[in-house]
C-alpha cells in the first residue's frame, strides 16, 4: 500500500506529465483560461489514462510483449507481438475518447461547447500516449500498480492545468505589461509552476 501511495505522489508532483516532461501542453495551454473548462477537461483526462492505462497493460502483458501469449500454449511461446504496440494503444485511447464525448456531450453539453475541438482531440494528446509508453517501459508488475499509475499522472496532468487556470484568471485584471499577455505569460507561469512541483522531490514518505 505505502509503495502505490509513493507511486502516486510521484506521478503528481515529480513526474507531473506537464512539468517534468512537457507532454499535452497544447491543451495545457489553450484550454486554462478559465477553472471551469479546465476541471471539466482535467476530468476527462484523469478517466481516459486510469481505464486506459491498465487496458494497454492488460495488452501488453497478455498479449502483444515477447511470451505473452505462452496462456495459448508451448508453441506460441516465443511469439513477440511488441511491434502492434503503438496501433493497439491508440486504438483503446480512441475508443475511451469517443465514449468520453458522448457522455459529456449528452449530460453537460455547455461543458461540451466549451470544450469545442479539445475534446476529441485527448484521443491524440500526447500525455494520453505517453502515460501508456511509461506504462510499457517501466514495466509495473501489477495491474493495481498500473491503475495507480495511471491515476497519478492523469490527476497530476488535471491538477496542473488547474492551477494555471486559476493563476490566470486571477491575472486577468492584473497590469501585466503587453509583451507579456496571452502565452507569454502562461509560459512564465508553467515554469514558475515547474520549479515548485520540483521542490517535493527532495520529501520520502
Same mark, same amino acid.
Given at each position: 500500500?505505502?509503495?502505490?501511495? !509513493?507511486?502516486?505522489?510521484?506521478?503528481?508532483?515529480?513526474?507531473?506529465?506537464?512539468?517534468?516532461?512537457?507532454?499535452?501542453?497544447?491543451?495545457?495551454?489553450?484550454?486554462?483560461?478559465?477553472? %471551469?473548462?479546465?476541471? /471539466?477537461? /482535467?476530468?476527462?483526462?484523469?478517466?481516459?489514462?486510469?481505464?486506459?492505462? @491498465?487496458? !494497454?497493460?492488460?495488452?501488453? !502483458?497478455?498479449?502483444?510483449?515477447?511470451?505473452?501469449? %505462452?496462456?495459448?500454449?508451448?508453441?506460441?511461446?516465443?511469439?513477440?507481438?511488441?511491434? +502492434?504496440?503503438? +496501433?493497439?494503444? *491508440?486504438?483503446?485511447?480512441?475508443? *475511451?475518447?469517443?465514449?468520453?464525448?458522448?457522455?459529456?456531450?449528452?449530460?453537460?453539453?455547455?461543458?461540451? !461547447?466549451?470544450?469545442?475541438?479539445?475534446? @476529441?482531440?485527448?484521443?491524440?494528446?500526447?500525455?494520453?500516449?505517453?502515460?501508456?509508453?511509461?506504462?510499457?517501459?517501466?514495466?509495473? /508488475?501489477? *495491474?493495481?500498480?498500473?491503475?495507480?499509475?495511471?491515476?497519478?499522472?492523469?490527476?497530476?496532468?488535471?491538477?496542473?492545468?488547474?492551477?494555471?487556470?486559476?493563476?490566470?484568471? %486571477?491575472?486577468?485584471?492584473?497590469?501585466? @505589461?503587453? @509583451?507579456?499577455?496571452?502565452?507569454?505569460?502562461?509560459?512564465?507561469?508553467?515554469?514558475?509552476?515547474?520549479?515548485?512541483?520540483?521542490?517535493?522531490?527532495?520529501?520520502?514518505?
Amino acid at each position: 500500500m505505502e509503495n502505490l501511495f !509513493n507511486l502516486f505522489i510521484r506521478n503528481v508532483f515529480t513526474e507531473n506529465m506537464i512539468f517534468a516532461y512537457f507532454l499535452g501542453m497544447c491543451s495545457y495551454l489553450a484550454v486554462s483560461k478559465t477553472v %471551469k473548462t479546465s476541471m /471539466g477537461l /482535467g476530468v476527462a483526462v484523469i478517466f481516459v489514462i486510469t481505464v486506459t492505462v @491498465p487496458v !494497454n497493460w492488460l495488452l501488453e !502483458n497478455y498479449l502483444l510483449k515477447e511470451g505473452a501469449l %505462452k496462456w495459448l500454449g508451448s508453441s506460441f511461446a516465443d511469439v513477440d507481438l511488441s511491434f +502492434l504496440s503503438f +496501433l493497439l494503444f *491508440i486504438a483503446v485511447i480512441a475508443a *475511451i475518447v469517443q465514449l468520453i464525448e458522448m457522455v459529456v456531450e449528452k449530460f453537460a453539453p455547455a461543458l461540451y !461547447n466549451a470544450l469545442g475541438i479539445f475534446l @476529441p482531440l485527448i484521443a491524440v494528446n500526447c500525455a494520453v500516449l505517453g502515460a501508456a509508453l511509461f506504462m510499457q517501459e517501466r514495466e509495473y /508488475g501489477s *495491474i493495481a500498480e498500473a491503475t495507480v499509475y495511471g491515476f497519478g499522472a492523469g490527476f497530476g496532468w488535471a491538477l496542473a492545468i488547474v492551477v494555471l487556470a486559476a493563476i490566470r484568471e %486571477k491575472l486577468k485584471y492584473s497590469d501585466v @505589461p503587453k @509583451p507579456l499577455r496571452g502565452l507569454g505569460l502562461a509560459f512564465i507561469l508553467t515554469g514558475l509552476l515547474a520549479i515548485a512541483f520540483m521542490g517535493f522531490s527532495g520529501i520520502k514518505i
